[in-house]
């Protein structure tokens, strides 16, 4: 059982802006410092606390209850993150979208090189982030993916061979499309600890973590508690009855949604 968990930013407290996509729907998926300290004192001090690791590829071998921390986006907040997973002795998977490279929020070519230098994995989140990537032509994937791992593998001085999906818009083929770009382990955002095969390439769920959800709850996904886990598993399938029923609308109820939750007036 490979539990793996899904960040976005850490900023300092209300500075929402200062890393990563800007707008009520990208916000809720950050959380402030302090709080996510918290999550990791927690995790850390569980009784049945999971060993952290990070999977570079797909033949790397992993504990059955390997734990896994992984943040999407590339947001500047990332050097940072990776400094207070380091004073555990821990490692991250940083996912980055390759067209947002040095613009305001999100790292630079060498914060990417200094993360892969200090021992994460460094991976591909596509170039552009497309709003529903699973509707995507195969051409198009094939270029986000291709492209986006050709920038960062320049960047590193090595091939980049982990990506995450954008959105949590994930479908048979878009792995495929990742494997035969050479990706050998694709993060989607399905809440499952199974890992399953797509031609060459691993498929690894994770466990969605947003602002607000509290030290107890990310300490219990970490260690495989089966209660959280089901919540997220319903929740998730419900949402993707809602995304394949709305199509476009979707995304657009959900943004008016969280503005509403931000600013109730």
């Known amino acids: 059982m490979i539990i ?3 960040y976005h930013d850490v900023v300092p407290p209300g500075q929402f802006g200062v890393s990563g996509f800007p707008g009520d729907d990208a916000d809720i998926y950050k959380l402030d410092q302090p709080e996510f300290e918290s999550h990791l004192e927690a995790i850390e001090r569980s009784s049945s606390r999971p060993g952290v690791t990070a999977l570079h590829r797909a033949d790397a071998g992993l504990d059955a209850r390997a734990l896994l921390f992984t943040f999407d986006d590339g947001g500047a907040s990332a050097l940072a993150t990776a400094t207070l997973l380091e004073t555990r002795g821990w490692r991250g998977h940083f996912l980055v979208t390759t067209d947002y490279i040095g613009k305001h929020g999100f790292l ?12 994460h994995v460094v991976g591909s989140h596509s170039c552009s982030h497309p709003s529903r990537m699973s509707h995507c032509p195969r051409a198009q994937l ?4 291709k492209e986006s791992v050709r920038v960062l593998s320049d960047i590193m001085g090595e091939k980049a061979r982990v990506a995450s999906v954008p959105g949590g818009y994930y479908s048979r083929g878009v792995a495929e499309a990742a494997a035969a770009s050479g990706i050998e382990v694709l993060f989607n955002s399905e809440p499952t600890s199974r890992v399953e095969r797509v031609d060459n390439c691993l498929v690894v769920g994770r466990y969605s973590i947003v602002r607000g959800d509290s030290s107890a709850t990310a300490a219990r996904l970490a260690c495989g508690d089966w209660r959280p886990r089901l919540r997220q598993f319903l929740v998730w399938n419900a949402k993707k009855v809602a995304k394949r029923l709305g199509g476009n609308y979707y995304l657009a109820i959900r943004k008016s949604l969280l ?6 007036s």
Request: no cysteine; proline share 4%.
């Open 142 to 145: 094939e270029r986000e993916w």
């Open 108 to 119: 630079t070519a060498e914060n990417i090189l200094e993360l892969h230098q200090r021992g």
């Open 4 to 6: 793996s968990l899904l």
């Open 259 to 264: 503005r509403k939750a931000v600013d109730p």
